[in-house]
């Protein structure tokens, strides 16, 4: 008996979870950036680029990027530099894949830099490395779409999110936009640091356009001042589409945005003083497509007019649920050595976050801190604030085997308390994407007796039990399940189920 078999993917969990990875790399300023007296703060970016399978190894390729803020060997003014650093991380995940997917995010947990001379210097930070590694393993069942007349079969379903493609490119931009009027002219632009929020993605026509916000945020001395630095913050809406890349029917696209390098300078307003700022910057983006796939199968199958069973084998795979998503705020209040005369700028991060059940709700935990940019009455300082936290989740179902996590600082307010201390609230955004195994059995063939059926009965009566339906009986006598329902009318509902107990007419 000839069976037609498709070809379906398996998912198995090959490797999950942080990989701590040290890199340090000796550099030097640009030319044209003065020379360094006192490191204030360095900050590192880290953007994965591509993350592939090669054997037992997954291969990890992307690019740091540093800014740097400085007090001037000539002057306690201060200086600020950029510069980028392509890394590569080989981490061996046990297991050969010949086929598989991989997803990667990095997080900064540790950062130091040693100045070797005013030009030259050496950094060294400590990432994690959030690796999720599925392998597939493609196996063949029976194609439930293509079955001969005389084949019977019982179906199921399972879906899955496939990886489709992934697209990189970097749009460019330039903005002008005059000063407050209350705000000092510039005298000197100390730095100018961009950051992208996390885009939204818009599909229409197979095109994706991706929206976000590009924060613009300048540190300058004013005209005529005393050298004190200032902040000016400003935000673009800016759009990005990916012409060049055919979006399907029913698909998820996750996207992510960075600056990557730009470049301010400064102009004078109708009154001749310094309030326009004309930047220009690139946006490197990024777009994954998933799509939702559901594969049928057959459960249970047989063939009428002949005697045959079906060949079954267990199955299982690695499936993702729907991603559950929230917002919530962690309040802190921390005490330091340091005299703060003014707080100019301050940021916050997730450093790492992780998850535990208890009888209640699932937790998320880990740290996060809060960076300043202050001045005391003697210098400028960066003091980092770091604090534990535990966040409870209820009302979502916690009975999955591996969580994709994903949660990052939205907003950040900071003040002075009454009793000296700094208090710090921090709003994030999370994302947990679960995933779990099903095992499933299904038909892979379906095996003819080499004899057929020789009772010589061209109408049997039939006495069903209680645990008998339409699917049973039709299989235990190799008749059409349709036909044996049209000729008990009265004896079978919609779903199959009996709905009396009387004898059975079957006709061979």
């Keep these: 008996m000839e069976i037609y078999t498709k070809e379906i993917p398996l998912f198995k969990s090959v490797f999950c979870g942080d990989v701590d990875r040290e890199f340090e790399k000796e550099t030097s300023l640009a030319d044209y950036s003065p020379d360094i007296s006192r490191l204030i703060k360095l900050d590192a970016t880290p953007y994965v680029e591509s993350a592939i399978i090669n054997g037992d190894k997954c291969i990890i390729n992307g690019v740091y990027l540093f800014s740097m803020l400085y007090e001037r060997s000539e002057s306690v003014s201060l200086s600020f530099a950029t510069f980028n650093v392509p890394f590569t991380e080989r981490i061996e995940i046990k297991t050969a894949v010949k086929e598989g997917t991989v997803n990667c995010k990095a997080k900064i947990k540790r ?34 779409s293509l079955l001969p007349q005389n084949v019977h079969v019982k179906k199921d379903s399972y879906t899955y999110k496939g990886k489709i493609d992934e697209k990189t490119n970097e749009f460019s931009f330039e903005e002008s936009y005059n000063l407050n009027e209350k705000s000092v002219p510039v005298d000197d632009v100390i730095m100018n640091y961009f950051c992208a929020e996390k885009p939204e993605c818009f599909l229409s026509n197979g095109k994706a356009e991706l929206k976000t916000s590009v924060t613009s945020k300048m540190l300058y001395t004013g005209e005529g001042g005393d050298g004190k630095c200032i902040i000016s913050k400003k935000s673009f809406p800016v759009s990005m589409t990916f012409d060049d890349t055919d979006i399907e029917d029913n698909v ?26 004309h930047i220009r910057f690139t946006v490197k983006a990024k777009i994954t497509q998933y799509k939702n796939c559901e594969t049928e199968f057959a459960t249970d199958g047989f063939a009428s007019g002949c005697r045959n069973y079906p060949v079954s084998q267990k199955f299982t795979t690695l499936t993702t649920k729907d991603t559950v998503s929230r917002i919530f705020s962690l309040e802190g209040k921390f005490a330091t050595d340091t005299k703060i005369a003014e707080i100019i700028d301050h940021t916050s991060k997730i450093n790492e976050c992780r998850l535990k059940k208890d009888d209640r709700a699932v937790i998320l935990y880990g740290t996060y801190t809060v960076s300043l940019l202050c001045r005391s009455d003697e210098r400028y300082e960066n003091i980092d604030l770091t604090e534990s936290f535990e966040e409870a989740i209820p009302d979502i179902d916690s009975n999955f085997d591996i969580w994709d996590i994903d949660c990052s600082a939205l907003e950040t307010n900071v003040n002075f308390s009454t009793d000296g201390k700094i208090e710090a609230k921090v709003v994030c955004s999370m994302k947990l994407t679960p995933n779990a195994y099903v095992s499933f059995s299904a038909v892979t063939d379906i095996i003819a007796d080499d004899d057929e059926e020789k009772d010589g009965y061209n109408l049997i009566f039939c006495y069903p039990s209680g645990k008998d339906d339409l699917w049973n009986i039709a299989k235990r006598y190799f008749v059409n399940p349709d036909a044996l329902r049209n000729d008990n009318p009265e004896t079978f509902n919609a779903i199959g189920e009996l709905t009396s107990r009387l004898p059975i007419i079957i006709k061979k």
């Design 252 to 277: 998820t696209v996750c996207c992510e945005a960075s600056v990557v390098s730009a470049e301010t300078s400064i102009d004078v307003d109708s009154y001749g003083e310094n309030r326009v700022v």
């Design 111 to 144: 950062i130091g830099c040693k100045i070797i001379n005013p030009r030259k210097f050496s950094v060294r930070i400590k990432t994690a490395l959030s690796l999720s590694v599925q392998g597939i393993e493609r196996v063949k069942i029976c194609d439930t």
